[in-house]
């Protein structure tokens, strides 16, 4: 499995190097716009209605809506100067919680976090520690442009840390209507339950397979068996093409001892830069660069 980011877990003055891999995939069958009439794919262009003419990229800007067809304008070197100062691009941990206290409607995505130096020993400590602790990590990750809230958790051998919504981006209930419900009786609560335990069993997702996935294969396999076939032979030139080792290891005890002294309460660390983002780490304060990685 190839690795997509590479960074650093900050835990206290400790600096884990770590991968990021991908930990799940989309298998939602994807239809393509044809024109009918010939089977070959359509181009989706960028057009102007005002001025009547398609436009290249560069010819395309970006736009904040502050009110109805009003826009406020930014360059790229106004949104670079906004992502520059997101946060380290590493994994920072705020603080540590317990993972039942999570609502899981703030769970976006999740990836596999996975040791990226030649020493996995702070990484198999922290991993450990929120083992025995029932604990899970909130930390601040920076992935490309933006930072977000993720939890960093164990699984099994390796950490997966699930990208989180922030806390303005759920939706309250508060306008949906709640009619008036009659008391539950004694009754309808004993055979409710008993239909709860008479369903009730092991997790395992796999028993609960895609079917409309697989109602799609099995019509495009009749498809293909009779030939059902159209063969986009044109306009293929015209179509637009589809856009770190750690340091020298250190007493790992007496960084988490000196951790301890500095803290009066959970706050952001600050993780040095991603091991692929060289500018990034020239632009990274001092102290970060002296981090010993574990």
């Not at 390796?158 to 009619?179: C, G, H, N, T, W």
């Not at 589809?242 to 600050?270: E, F, H, Q, W, Y």
Request: charged share 30%.
């Amino acid at each position: 499995m190839r690795a997509f980011w590479s960074g650093e877990i900050a835990f206290g003055l400790v600096t884990i190097p770590t991968k990021l891999y991908t930990a799940t995939k989309d298998l939602t069958p994807q239809f393509h716009q044809l024109h009918k009439e010939c089977g070959t794919r359509i181009n989706l262009v960028r057009r102007c209605p005002k001025c009547q003419k398609d436009l290249a990229w560069e010819e395309i800007g970006k736009g904040y809506e502050v009110s109805k067809n009003e826009y406020a304008l930014f360059t790229k070197e106004e949104l670079a100067k906004i992502e520059e100062g997101e946060g380290s691009g590493g994994i920072d941990i705020a603080e540590f919680i317990e993972l039942k206290y999570v609502d899981l409607a703030y769970i976006e995505k999740s990836y596999w976090v996975g040791p990226g130096g030649k020493s996995a020993h702070s990484y198999a400590l922290l991993r450990t520690v929120l083992e025995q602790s029932g604990r899970v990590a909130l930390a601040k990750v920076k992935i490309r442009t933006r930072t977000r809230l993720a939890l960093l958790r164990p699984r099994g051998l390796y950490f997966s840390l699930d990208m989180m919504r922030f806390a303005d981006e759920l939706v309250k209930p508060d306008e949906i209507v709640m009619p008036a419900a009659k008391p539950v009786s004694e009754r309808e609560m004993s055979l409710a339950m008993n239909l709860v335990d008479q369903l009730t069993g092991p997790f395992d997702p796999a028993k609960h397979p895609d079917e409309y996935r697989a109602a799609v294969q099995a019509m495009v396999d009749e498809k293909v068996e009779k030939d059902e076939i159209a063969r986009d032979t044109g306009g293929e030139e015209a179509r637009p093409a589809a856009t770190g080792g750690g340091a020298k290891v250190i007493d790992l005890a007496d960084l988490l001892a000196a951790s301890l002294k500095g803290v009066n309460r959970p706050g952001p660390a600050k993780a040095s830069a991603p091991e692929h983002a060289p500018e990034a780490e020239k632009a990274a304060p001092k102290s970060a660069k002296k981090r010993a990685a574990g």
